[in-house]
């Protein structure tokens, strides 16, 4: 099983500053890496795929990068939406999958 | 646009099966794309259940496969879950989500549904 391991678990930063998320995979995951967004009492929303590419109708404030076993999700500029709780998500061993256990995005 | 829907017992008795369904709309499960199950117990991450893709083949989170079943009803458009041997550690939010295709993260997600395990 592939551990997806993310720090730190809980960030506090102010609106308007950049946020710097990790992500650490137990072994290679190559690019096969996704982020998700949570916001409370809500489902999960898709944010990154591939490791860096946005996926439909996220702004471009939210940028991936990183492969094989480090990653990292930035969020340039944070907005009052942004504070959640965001999970990263292997899926280089399809079909099995495994997630990070979250970074809370606080102020 | 592709929509999920849960729908279940909102209670479960220990040692029972948990039974949910996700109704797919907006497009044919038939069609393709694969259909998953997630799960969120209060306060926790996300724990990856099981994918079925519309021929029915299966694939299972280690950690649950000897109590986990996902089937599809493509007369229906639905695809279920059914976690037998509940227990109080089952309690959760339950989501099912759809990606489409092979090495693909999930790209749609239900509202989720809160199933509590309790006597």
């Known amino acids: 099983e592939i551990v997806m391991t993310q720090s730190p678990a809980i960030l506090s930063v102010s609106p308007g500053e950049r946020a710097t998320l990790s992500c650490r995979a137990s072994q290679s995951v190559s690019s096969n890496l996704a982020w998700y967004q949570q916001k409370r009492g809500q489902a999960p929303r898709l944010l990154i795929y591939?490791?860096?590419t946005r996926a439909t109708r996220i702004p471009a404030r939210f940028s991936g990068s990183g492969s094989g076993t480090e990653f990292t999700l930035t969020i340039s500029s944070l907005q009052s939406e942004d504070f959640a709780v965001y999970y990263c998500q292997q899926y280089n061993n399809w079909p099995l999958y495994t997630f990070g256990q979250g970074t809370k995005l606080e102020i | 646009q592709v929509q999920l829907q849960e729908s279940g017992p909102g209670l479960v008795k220990p040692s029972e099966t948990l039974s949910l369904t996700c109704t797919v709309s907006?497009?044919?499960?038939?069609?393709?794309?694969?259909w998953g199950w997630i799960r969120q117990p209060p306060g926790k991450g996300l724990e990856w259940i099981g994918n079925?893709?519309?021929?029915?083949?299966?694939s299972y989170n280690p950690s649950l496969e000897s109590r986990v079943t996902i089937s599809v009803d493509t007369s229906k458009n639905q695809f279920s879950l059914k976690l037998s041997s509940v227990t109080a550690a089952d309690t959760a939010v339950y989501f099912c989500?759809?990606?489409?295709?092979?090495?693909?993260?999930?790209?749609?997600w239900g509202q989720g549904s809160l199933v509590t395990v309790s006597s």
């Open positions: 591939g490791a860096s």
């Open positions: 989500a759809a990606y489409t295709g092979s090495y693909r993260p999930f790209d749609y």
């Open positions: 907006g497009y044919s499960i038939s069609s393709g794309f694969y």
């Open positions: 079925i893709h519309h021929s029915g083949s299966t």
